[in-house]
C-alpha cells in the first residue's frame, strides 16, 4: 500500500527548512491595491463613456449643421 517515492516525498518535505513567514498585513495591503485597482478601471470606463458620448454629440452637431 505505501508508496516508497511518495514517502521519501513526505520525508523530503517534513525535513525541509520551514517556508518564510507572511507578512501579517499581506491581506489588508491585497484588498487595498485591489480596491485601487477597481477605481482605476472604473474611472477609466467613465472616461470612455464620455468621450464616446461627445463625439457623438460633435457628430450629430456636424451632421445637422452640413445637411439641415
Known amino acids: ?3 516508497p517515492a511518495k514517502e521519501a516525498e513526505v ?3 517534513l525535513q ?3 517556508r518564510p513567514r ?3 498585513d499581506l491581506a489588508a495591503r491585497a484588498i487595498e491595491r485591489g480596491a485601487r485597482s477597481l477605481r482605476r478601471a472604473r ?3 467613465r472616461t ?3 468621450l464616446l458620448c461627445a463625439a457623438l ?3 450629430t452637431v ?3 449643421t452640413l445637411e439641415p
Do not use: K, Q
Open 1 to 3: 500500500m505505501n508508496d
Open 11 to 13: 520525508r523530503r518535505m
Open 16 to 18: 525541509a527548512p520551514p
Open 22 to 24: 507572511v507578512p501579517a
Open 43 to 45: 474611472l477609466l470606463r
Open 48 to 50: 470612455a463613456w464620455l
Open 57 to 59: 454629440t460633435a457628430l
Open 62 to 64: 456636424w451632421a445637422s
